[in-house]
């Protein structure tokens, strides 16, 4: 009956180790992101720089406002391209790092429920006799957080895939509208160098 006490305190050691793991995991997962995020912020304002200074040569000169227009109007569509690559990127970012996440959760989750199961069951080889049905409703219990959990991780990963949806969606639609508006940039310019 004395292994009993040794048997709690070398799990809540086991169980204080795996959040320690998971949140070390995740705090690792989390720098990662944010790390990728500021290269791309980097990247993007470093081309964005050179694109300008490029843009503002051309626009400096031009010889009359047809020209000067024609050079702004050709720029809406490469422009709204970077955008929505950028979006997509960002977008890829933070899907990539949930993900992490997720799974650096799940195996956490799991292996501290199968040293849980492990403990309730040696537990209760100990156990004194009538305590059965104590037993059995801590597994039931057990059981039921898992079933919980799986259901909280499936529509994690639900939502994950709408917001991904939805953000493939707006990119396309907001790549549909700069593209028409810099066709009909291109026209109006066009029309007014006729």
Known sequence: MFAIPEQFSNATKASLESQFALLSSLTSKTFEGVEKLVELNI?????NLENSSAV???????KDPQEFFSVTAAQAQPNAEKAVSYTRQVAAIATGTGAE????AESQIVEANRKVISLVDE????????SESFVAAVKTAISNANAGYEQFSKTTKQAVEAMENNMNAAVS???????????AASAATAAAAA
Not at 123 to 130: C, F, L, Q
Request: avoid cysteine; charge should be positive; glycine fraction near 6%.
């Open 43 to 47: 990247a993007t304002a470093r081309a």
């Open 56 to 62: 503002t040569r051309q626009l400096l000169g031009a």
């Open 101 to 104: 996440f997720s799974k650096a």
């Open 123 to 130: 537990v209760s080889k100990n156990a004194p006799a009538g």
């Open 173 to 183: 639609q907001f790549s549909t509208t700069a593209s028409k508006a810099t066709n």
